[in-house]
């Protein structure tokens, strides 16, 4: 079975500018959780998408949000960037929620922002 | 309360050593505490993970002790061997939702 992938891998933008990550999930898996690794904060919780439905969010700012489709794939947009976004943005996938189910981290997108 | 502290931030062993790594929290709440290896470029991969009615689970090399009533967990890696150089995280979550990560430790084992 085919882990979790994340599309781009490596991305640089300049302030301002907004991007897209996407992230396509174990197949079978229908949760979908977005999280932020910079060296400072360490990992963060951005939301949780079950059934095409944001589940639960972190304490981040409306400029990042997301979405999920019907097959599962979700993606993530952060708007008017700044230099702090700077992060390894990573994707977890797992079976269902709501029970104490393993969440499998893709290998992430590394963004610098310019 | 919905605080993981980790220590310590890094961690030398020799080769064929234990390594230690310590996790506290404070939301009695948490019902799943899973640790997650990392290394450099990679996401983290799940290495073991524990419930709070069960005071010990190995697998392997890998075992985590936990202790409900002071509200801490360890992970013990025996043997330890260079191919464990990562970083380590622990984390807690609540009813499958999201996880809550400790600051995570570097872990270098010396040949």
């Known amino acids: 079975k085919a882990g979790v992938t994340q599309t781009p891998r490596y991305l640089i933008k300049t302030r301002g500018q907004q991007v897209t990550l996407s992230c396509s999930p174990i197949?079978?898996?229908?949760?979908v959780s977005w999280y932020q690794q910079t060296p400072g904060q360490g990992l963060q919780f951005l939301f949780e998408y079950f059934s095409e439905t944001q589940r639960n969010k972190g304490n981040f700012p409306g400029r990042f949000s997301g979405r999920q489709f019907s097959n599962s794939r979700s993606e993530m947009n952060v708007s008017t960037l700044e230099l702090g976004d700077s992060a390894l943005y990573l994707c977890?996938?797992?079976?269902?929620?709501?029970?104490?189910?393993?969440?499998?981290f893709g290998p992430g997108t590394r963004l610098l922002v310019l | 309360q919905q605080q993981v502290k980790q220590s310590p931030q890094s961690l030398i062993v020799q080769k064929g050593g234990i390594s230690i790594i310590n996790c506290a929290y404070e939301?009695?709440?948490?019902?799943?505490f899973p640790w997650y290896q990392q290394f450099p470029g990679k996401g983290p991969a799940l290495l073991i993970a524990?419930?709070?009615?069960?005071s010990e689970k190995k697998e392997g090399r890998f075992t985590i002790s936990f202790n409900k009533s002071a509200k801490q967990f360890s992970l013990h890696i025996m043997d330890s061997q260079p191919g464990d150089s990562a970083t380590y995280f622990c984390?807690?979550?609540?009813?499958?939702?999201?996880?809550?990560f400790g600051q995570g430790t570097e872990l270098s084992v010396k040949p």
């Open positions: 984390a807690a979550s609540i009813r499958g939702g999201k996880l809550i």
């Open positions: 939301n009695t709440a948490f019902d799943y």
């Open positions: 524990i419930r709070p009615d069960v």
């Open positions: 197949s079978g898996h229908r949760s």
């Open positions: 977890a996938s797992s079976l269902a929620r709501g029970v104490q189910e393993t969440q499998y």
